[in-house]
């Protein structure tokens, strides 16, 4: 069973379940290591200040919280991480030696998917864990489905923004740069009028393609943004690194050689691009900057005649 789950996570994330546990005894967290070391990454804090820290970070598959810790309890922790977007989806066991029925209630109330209680039974809690994380996992797959764009299959819009909203936190959190490329296909309007949507269609699949295969790392993505505009994020990336990735996908997409005769700068289909990277911890940053920064600088970009980059100035 653990097996074929771990087979099956591989194939979707490319990575091993991530296990969070969170207990103030040390004690407690290595019986719970080496119960699962070998099946997932293992993540653990010893407060509930830490459990919260390290949940955004890391973004675990399922925690399994204490009740009594001696900073934040476990109670405190879930309400945090269920409030949080980033979070709020992460299932949560409580492990925990209070074993009333209104303390099981209380768990339930505030958004746990199980109650365990101490001393663990390790078989019973390694069957809730696994339960648990094939739950996560059909879900992951559900959402991941929902959130691509059903034409060019890169993430849609929707996963654009909590992507952005993510990175941004990331990046913030390491005082690191978040950049962001913002892609358009050159008079593609014109292109639909001349070879049919049908065509159309065929030319944004191979644009998204080739803006993914532009990319070098696995945290860096692409999304649709909108008809023929393309968003890509690219998390510690300074300006000038952002840049280079900018002119590798306006060559990856001119060799595409996708004729566009109707096009005014080339005989085949080009893209224009805005560039804009912002050090996420700067006072008075947002995401709400960076993407107009972006913005602006493909507006630039197609003021100039298209076809080509344009920067942001440095932030």
Same mark, same amino acid.
């Given at each position: 069973?653990?097996?074929?789950?771990?087979? /099956?996570?591989?194939?979707?994330? *490319?990575?091993?379940?991530? $296990?969070?546990?969170?207990?103030?005894?040390?004690?407690?967290?290595?019986?719970?290591?080496?119960?699962?070391?070998?099946?997932?990454?293992?993540?653990?804090?010893?407060?509930?200040?830490?459990?919260?820290?390290?949940?955004?970070?890391?973004?675990?598959?399922?925690? $399994?919280?204490?009740?009594?810790?001696?900073?934040?309890?476990?109670?405190?922790?879930?309400?945090?991480?269920?409030?949080?977007?980033?979070?709020?989806?992460?299932?949560?066991?409580?492990?925990?030696?209070?074993?009333?029925?209104?303390?099981?209630?209380?768990?339930?109330?505030?958004?746990?998917?199980?109650?365990?209680?101490?001393?663990? *039974?390790?078989?019973?809690?390694?069957?809730?864990?696994?339960?648990?994380?094939?739950?996560?996992?059909?879900?992951?797959?559900?959402?991941? *489905?929902?959130?691509?764009?059903?034409?060019?299959?890169?993430?849609?819009?929707?996963?654009?923004?909590?992507?952005?909203?993510?990175?941004?936190?990331?990046?913030?959190?390491?005082?690191?740069?978040?950049?962001?490329?913002?892609?358009?296909?050159?008079?593609?309007?014109?292109?639909?009028?001349?070879?049919?949507?049908?065509?159309?269609?065929?030319? $944004?699949?191979?644009?998204? /393609?080739?803006?993914?295969?532009?990319?070098?790392?696995? +945290?860096? /993505?692409?999304?649709? +943004?909108?008809?023929?505009?393309?968003?890509?994020?690219?998390?510690?990336?300074?300006?000038?690194?952002?840049?280079?990735?900018?002119?590798?996908?306006?060559?990856?997409?001119?060799?595409?050689?996708?004729?566009?005769?109707?096009?005014?700068?080339?005989?085949?289909?080009?893209?224009?691009?805005?560039?804009?990277?912002?050090?996420?911890?700067?006072?008075?940053?947002?995401?709400?900057?960076?993407?107009?920064?972006?913005?602006?600088?493909?507006?630039?970009?197609?003021?100039?005649?298209?076809?080509?980059?344009?920067?942001?100035?440095?932030?």
């Amino acid at each position: 069973m653990m097996e074929e789950l771990l087979q /099956k996570w591989l194939m979707h994330a *490319n990575r091993r379940p991530k $296990l969070l546990i969170a207990d103030d005894q040390p004690v407690n967290i290595r019986v719970l290591y080496e119960l699962f070391r070998h099946e997932c990454d293992v993540f653990m804090a010893t407060s509930g200040a830490q459990a919260v820290q390290v949940a955004q970070t890391e973004l675990p598959d399922l925690i $399994l919280l204490d009740v009594v810790m001696d900073d934040l309890d476990g109670h405190e922790v879930c309400r945090l991480l269920k409030s949080d977007p980033l979070t709020a989806d992460v299932p949560v066991i409580f492990i925990t030696a209070q074993d009333r029925e209104d303390d099981e209630v209380k768990a339930f109330g505030l958004g746990a998917v199980d109650f365990l209680s101490k001393p663990i *039974n390790p078989v019973v809690t390694k069957a809730r864990v696994r339960t648990h994380l094939t739950l996560k996992l059909q879900g992951d797959l559900l959402r991941a *489905n929902a959130l691509l764009d059903g034409l060019t299959g890169v993430a849609n819009r929707r996963k654009f923004d909590e992507d952005l909203l993510a990175d941004w936190r990331h990046c913030a959190r390491e005082a690191a740069p978040l950049a962001l490329l913002m892609v358009d296909v050159d008079y593609f309007k014109r292109y639909n009028d001349q070879y049919g949507h049908q065509a159309g269609d065929a030319c $944004l699949k191979s644009v998204a /393609k080739a803006l993914v295969e532009s990319l070098r790392r696995p +945290y860096d /993505k692409v999304a649709r +943004y909108g008809g023929e505009e393309f968003a890509c994020l690219l998390p510690k990336t300074d300006l000038a690194g952002a840049h280079l990735i900018a002119q590798r996908m306006l060559e990856q997409v001119r060799a595409l050689g996708i004729e566009h005769l109707p096009s005014c700068i080339d005989a085949n289909v080009t893209i224009s691009v805005g560039v804009a990277s912002m050090l996420a911890s700067r006072e008075g940053a947002s995401t709400a900057t960076l993407l107009k920064a972006a913005d602006d600088a493909l507006y630039e970009a197609k003021r100039a005649g298209r076809a080509r980059v344009a920067c942001a100035p440095s932030a």
